[in-house]
């Protein structure tokens, strides 16, 4: 079997996005809407969990959470963490293929399933259609799916590509089919992007309650290095994204958070 593509950025994730500036400002915006819909002793399933970041945080608000990826080096980051933190009473961690999801594989019924920063990107058409299928099943009535998603279009990404000439690269998300996303040097990754009425569609089975932008004025995390030389402009942008929370700046930011519902009882 082949590696997993994030095996070879496991050790460096943190370094490169978690801990950057602008990925800490991103992060803390979809932190922010989760914490309007938390309870402590929710029971959370966490897809595409990384290095464990949110399982952490989710963790200390009281949850109980299954945090699982699909690559080994990314799970044992994030177990070792809970581990350090000394949260493994409430973060359990799970090497998992969310194409192969299914109750008798991660138990459940959940109060929330997080899937946080693309990791939805890396599934195509197909496969989130068959993720659609499984996932009444695995959160309770009422229960919420809450993703945040690569779009379409972001003003930033189309701007600087522009401007450097690498005009293909400006207009990637536009793509219907996979594009090869860079990871380093030596790896890439097959990435589909969706519009939030995509997202709406391939999810039918579950009930759309919410939409909000992730670095509509916050910059993508590739220009990091750039703004961590100029926080005046950075703490500028974070000021405009946290005010800036409508559905409409979401078609045109780097990211979108979108809640569903499970109506189902």
């Not at 992730?214 to 000021?239: E, H, I, Q, T």
């Not at 045109?252 to 499970?262: C, E, P, Q």
Request: proline residues 6%; charged residues 20%; positive net charge.
């Amino acid at each position: 079997m082949a590696q997993p593509p994030f095996d070879a950025v496991a050790d460096a994730y943190d370094r490169q996005f978690t801990h950057t500036e602008v990925g800490r400002r991103q992060r803390n915006i979809v932190l922010a809407c989760l914490e309007t819909l938390l309870r402590p002793g929710d029971e959370v399933l966490e897809l595409n969990g990384g290095t464990g970041e949110d399982a952490l945080w989710l963790a200390r608000q009281g949850c109980r959470v299954l945090s699982t990826d699909l690559s080994p080096g990314m799970v044992a980051v994030a177990a070792a963490k809970a581990q350090q933190a000394g949260l493994t009473h409430q973060i359990q961690t799970q090497v998992l293929d969310m194409r192969q999801l299914a109750p008798a594989a991660v138990g459940g019924p959940f109060d929330l399933i997080l899937s946080d920063f693309g990791g939805l990107n890396c599934l195509s058409p197909a496969e989130l259609q068959q993720l659609n299928g499984v996932l009444p099943a695995l959160l309770k009535p009422g229960g919420l799916l809450v993703a945040v998603v690569m779009g379409r279009f972001c003003w930033w990404e189309s701007l600087y590509f522009f401007a450097k000439g690498k005009f293909r690269t400006a207009l990637r998300r536009q793509s219907k089919m996979a594009v090869p996303a860079r990871l380093n040097a030596d790896q890439n990754v097959d990435t589909w992007y969706y519009s939030p009425a995509e997202t709406c569609r391939l999810f039918a089975g579950l009930e759309p309650q919410d939409i909000q932008p992730v670095g509509f004025w916050l910059p993508p995390s590739y220009l990091d290095p750039w703004f961590a030389r100029r926080r005046g402009w950075l703490n500028l942008l974070d000021r405009l994204e946290k005010k800036c929370r409508s559905r409409h700046w979401a078609r045109a930011a780097d990211h979108f958070l979108i809640v569903f519902k499970n109506n189902r009882g």
